[in-house]
């Protein structure tokens, strides 16, 4: 962690610091920390704030899910539901992304009760279709999965992609 900017304390720690990892997080120790006055920065639990690294965009953006004792908000809500489709794929799927987000709205269309059969998605061709090619298959948040079973997802194969589902 390096080249970044001190905003209302200083610390001896200067401008390079070490992280230690802690499975999948990283840990920053800044040394002597004060505030502007000069005395000694006092850190509260709720002063800390979790920021995760997206790497497909090569940004860092803030936690909102989780708590400062690591627990997930939620909120429960009696007469209504939110599911969300985390899909930060826009960039591995290339094209796709249309047709897997119209397959992510058509399961939400479904699980509402909806009597609508069509998933709204027909085939999609990119270049020239190739019958023979090996297929690959995707969730609905972008990952490949290589021994599909029991869902619904999305089939790339030599150009062409089209949902299907496995029972």
């Known amino acids: 962690f390096h080249a970044h900017t001190y905003h209302g304390f200083t610390s001896t720690s200067g401008k390079k610091i070490i992280a230690e990892r802690d499975g999948v997080y990283l840990k920053f120790t800044f040394d002597d920390c004060r505030n502007l006055e000069e005395d000694i920065l006092e850190v509260e639990k709720d002063d800390i704030d979790q920021w995760t690294y997206i790497a497909s965009r090569d940004t860092w953006q803030h936690n909102v899910e989780n708590d400062k004792d690591g627990k997930i908000n939620i909120e429960d809500i009696k007469n209504s539901a939110v599911i969300m489709f985390a899909l930060d794929c826009s960039s591995s799927l290339n094209g796709l992304f249309p047709t897997l987000k119209e397959t992510a709205k058509s399961f939400i269309s479904r699980l509402a009760g909806s009597d609508d059969t069509d998933t709204g998605i027909e085939e999609t061709f ?42």
Do not use: C, M, T
Not at 133 to 148: D, F, H, M, S, T
């Open 126 to 167: 990119i270049g020239n279709v190739q019958d023979n090619a090996p297929a690959r298959y995707y969730n609905l948040q972008g990952i490949e999965v290589k021994n599909p079973h029991g869902g619904l997802f999305i089939e790339v194969k030599g150009g062409k992609s089209r949902k299907v589902l496995i029972r």
